[in-house]
């Protein structure tokens, strides 16, 4: 019988209290039983799997941190463990849940008014009500903090917002999507609460993707676009309070590609004690056992810094750069993983039934966003040295 196959190797779990430990393998359970086996499948058809929501929802997980609004009001390190069990078995799933409960809702429960709060978080939480979060622009995607050409202008009704938004998650089916834009008048990055049926809203899905194929990204088009002044992000007035949100958000990637990395090592020491050549399992073999330890330390390290990064997180000192260091190093670990993971498995490591290759294509994206590699160091440069490489 072969040992048990498991990435908490240090066993972290066991800083959770028990209640937490609970949630924890409850959420595992549900997304082995009902995500696992279906997950493949849509991930080729590049389709989501709507019947999922009712079920994620009843989880009550959704809006994991706060405080009110139906929401579970748990700690960060709880935020970041769930993020790391759906991506365990499914980055798109993890992602999905990230645009819902982190960038959509948190934008509102962090930067919205009372009204807007009440308005919108209750149904988000219960996943009624699905949002998005739409920032990167066409031709604007690192330089997001100075170079959003999506304008807004204040008229004697309210507001009026021109321009384009790609990439952006959920956004073929979300009820409300917070849209960033430029006000022409101040140069202030303002968010906005657009509801799916205003007229002069489109959203487009994005075909062809080789990652996150569950993902419904979005191109949305803004034609004369009228908001009321009811709906726009009562306390964002600027972009620093859109990057309030992103800190918050990219500690939850890092730990997104710490369950990325997780799933697909586990897959593949399971797939090495099994699969036999020259009449011994391959877990056998000298080589192979390296790339397996080298697989876990580095998911060790990951899982061990952003197990600090939330407690960090929960004792309200998180800064950018801890975000944005963690999730770098996370998000290139994981792809040395997912990498090596392909390869101890051969061939079968290239087939989306082996529960490989579907890592392997996710962490790329997940590399990319919120935040490049690139921009992130530069987020990490810049506070260890000093100075500014971005201009
Ligand atoms: P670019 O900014 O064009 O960058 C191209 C390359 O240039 C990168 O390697 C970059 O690091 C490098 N580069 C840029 N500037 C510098 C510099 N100063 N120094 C050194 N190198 C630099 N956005 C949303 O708003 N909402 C979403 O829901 C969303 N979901 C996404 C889902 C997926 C699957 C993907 C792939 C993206 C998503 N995005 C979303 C967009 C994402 O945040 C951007 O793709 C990301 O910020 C990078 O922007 P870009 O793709 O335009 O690349």
New binding site residues.
């Given amino acids: 019988v072969p040992p048990p196959v498991d990435g908490d190797f240090y066993d972290l779990a066991e800083l959770l209290t028990p209640e937490q430990r609970a949630l924890q393998l409850k959420v595992r359970a549900f997304l082995e039983t009902e995500v696992q086996p279906i997950v493949n499948e849509y991930w080729l058809r590049a389709e989501f799997p709507y019947e999922l929501i009712p079920k994620l929802a009843a989880l009550n997980i959704c809006g994991v941190t706060y405080q009110g609004y139906g929401c579970p009001g748990l700690p960060n390190i709880m935020e970041g463990v769930l993020a790391m069990e759906m991506a365990r078995i499914d980055a798109s799933i993890a992602?999905f849940f990230g645009?819902q409960s982190g960038?959509a809702m948190g934008s509102i429960y962090m930067l919205g008014s009372e009204e807007q709060k009440q308005q919108w978080l209750p149904a988000m939480q219960q996943m009624t009500c699905i949002g998005?979060?739409?920032?990167?622009?066409?031709?604007?995607?690192?330089?997001?903090a100075g170079g959003l050409t999506t304008t807004a202008k204040r008229t004697p009704e309210g507001w009026v917002l021109n321009g384009q938004?790609?990439?952006?998650?959920?956004?073929t089916f979300a009820d409300v999507i917070i849209i960033?834009a430029r006000d022409v008048d101040d140069n202030n990055v303002k968010g906005f609460l657009v509801k799916k049926d205003n007229p002069g809203f489109q959203a487009i899905k994005m075909e062809d993707?080789m990652?996150?194929r569950i993902?419904q990204?979005g191109l949305i088009t803004l034609t004369n676009c009228q908001v009321a002044e009811t709906d726009r992000l009562a306390k964002a007035n600027s972009f620093k309070d859109t990057a309030e949100v992103l800190r918050m958000t990219r500690a939850g990637v890092a730990w997104e590609a710490v369950g990325c990395a997780r799933g697909a090592y586990e897959n593949a020491l399971a797939y090495t004690t099994q699969r036999k050549q020259f009449g011994k399992p391959i877990a056998a073999f000298q080589l192979i056992q390296n790339h397996l330890v080298e697989m876990l330390s580095n998911l060790t390290a990951m899982q061990t810094m952003v197990f600090r990064l939330s407690q960090l997180q929960d004792e309200g000192r998180l800064t950018d750069e801890h975000a944005s260091l963690a999730k770098v190093f996370c998000t290139l670990r994981t792809r040395d993983i997912v990498s090596r993971a392909r390869e101890v498995m051969g061939g079968n490591g290239i087939l989306l039934q082996y529960n490989v290759a579907r890592f392997v294509a996710d962490a790329?994206?997940?590399y990319?966003?919120?935040?490049?590699?690139?921009?992130n160091?530069?987020i990490v440069g810049r506070a260890i040295t000093g100075f500014s490489?971005?201009v």
Avoid: C, D, R
């Fill in positions: 992602t645009v960038l998005a979060f739409g920032l990167t622009e066409p031709e604007v995607g690192s330089g997001a938004k790609k990439w952006i998650g959920n956004a960033w993707k990652a996150l993902v990204n790329e994206a997940i990319s966003y919120e935040g490049t590699k690139e921009i160091s530069l490489a971005f």
